[in-house]
């Protein structure tokens, strides 16, 4: 129904930045919330950031003041800069999207996750 597609993983040295990615397509009327989690080896999945319709945005405290979530919603796409990072930050990030599609049903979305990799 919904397809999440993420970009701009990758290897960065610690310090350095990268932009991750996600745009949603397919059968979407509307999309609410949309957001970043991530999950390290032996971890469970974190909240990392979200966003709303309306531009209201929620960091999980170990990322406050270095990432930077956004998004058009012309485009269903939702952006994450992420800067100063640490090797502590190494995770594969999902992409999540809180969606209406066209039959009327509201649902929870993921991506199929991007793997960054932050070395010291």
């Known amino acids: 129904q919904v397809q999440l597609v993420e970009s701009g993983g990758g290897l960065v040295q610690a310090g350095g930045s990268l932009r991750l990615s996600c745009a949603a397509s397919?059968?979407?009327?509307?999309?609410?919330?949309m957001g970043w989690y991530r999950q390290a080896p032996g971890k469970q999945r974190e909240l990392v950031a979200t966003?709303?319709?309306?531009?209201?945005?929620n960091y999980a405290d170990s990322v406050k003041g270095r990432f930077t979530i956004s998004r058009d919603n012309a485009k269903n796409t939702v952006y994450l800069q992420m800067n100063s990072l640490k090797p502590e930050d190494t995770a594969v990030y999902y992409c999540n999207a809180r969606a209406v599609v066209t039959s009327g049903n509201l649902y929870n979305f993921w991506g199929q996750g991007t793997q960054v990799t932050v070395s010291s």
């Open positions: 966003i709303t319709r309306g531009g209201s945005t």
């Open positions: 397919g059968s979407i009327f509307s999309i609410d919330a």
